[in-house]
């Protein structure tokens, strides 16, 4: 997967002090940033030059962030994260039932932010190239990426995003060795916030429903002291 630190980010929120914050930490961490202050100007920026990810703040003079949010979701599927106050929490329900993809309560942490801005691009990333991707078939399984279905001998398995997301990226790199870490960072976009225990348990809870005896596991493998690899045995087929 490339890297999503060259990525183009809207910034749009009133308050100077934290527009300046924030373009900072994402200018550190090598992202293109632009600022808009208010609702009109922000839709302007979005016509004319579509970033890759939008930081948007609900109160906003003019045209306010739901306003906006409705907008981008009539035209397509700009990633989105908001911005919102602690007593904000009924707009905040609002936002991400209208799209949002994520959201930051304020006062926040600006390291923070930038780790939840990577972890969206990189679901968004990841979404797009399993679009295009073709299905991969191993003996007693298959993992189709469009439909996002997975099929053993007994029929198909229900997998939750994550789980599903975990074996594709396992499946995808056959018999490379996936730090925790790693996977964290691949799948769930960020590793400074999470416990690594939350790999080992999307891995049990894979193993339950797709090997054939998940004691003695068939294709997602513990490498011990390092991490996580799929065995594809004799390799995929068409």
């Known amino acids: ?18 527009v300046e914050v924030v373009t900072l930490y994402l200018r550190r961490a ?25 930081i948007l703040d609900l109160m906003l003079p003019q045209v306010d962030g739901l306003e906006i949010t409705r ?21 905040r329900i609002l936002g991400l039932e209208m799209g949002a993809d994520d959201y930051v309560v ?16 990189r679901r968004t990333q990841q979404a797009n190239a399993l679009q295009k991707a073709r299905p991969l078939v191993f003996p007693n399984l298959r993992i ?18 994550r789980e599903f997301d ?19 960072d691949r799948v769930w976009g960020e590793r400074d916030y999470l416990d690594p225990s939350t790999v080992t348990v999307h891995v049990r809870r894979l193993r339950e429903k797709i090997e054939p005896d998940p004691a003695n596991p068939r294709y997602i493998q513990t490498v011990w002291g390092v991490g996580y690899r799929f065995d594809p045995e004799s390799g995929p087929g068409e």
């Open 30 to 54: 090598g992202f293109q940033v632009e600022i808009a202050h208010d609702g009109q100007t922000a839709l302007r920026a979005l016509t004319l030059s579509p970033p890759d990810l939008v």
């Open 106 to 121: 304020k006062p926040f942490s600006p390291q923070e932010l930038v780790s939840r801005v990577r972890a969206v691009l």
């Open 166 to 184: 975990l074996l594709w990226l396992l499946a995808s790199h056959p018999r490379q060795v996936f730090s925790r870490s790693q996977l964290l």
């Open 1 to 18: 997967m490339e890297s999503v630190s060259s990525s183009k980010i809207l910034v749009v929120d009133d308050e100077e002090s934290i």
């Open 71 to 91: 907008r981008l979701r009539a035209e397509g599927n700009t990633p989105i994260i908001m911005l919102t106050a602690r007593g904000e929490e009924s707009d």
């Open 144 to 161: 189709d990426p469009r439909s996002r279905l997975v099929t053993v001998p007994h029929g198909e398995v229900e997998l939750t995003a």
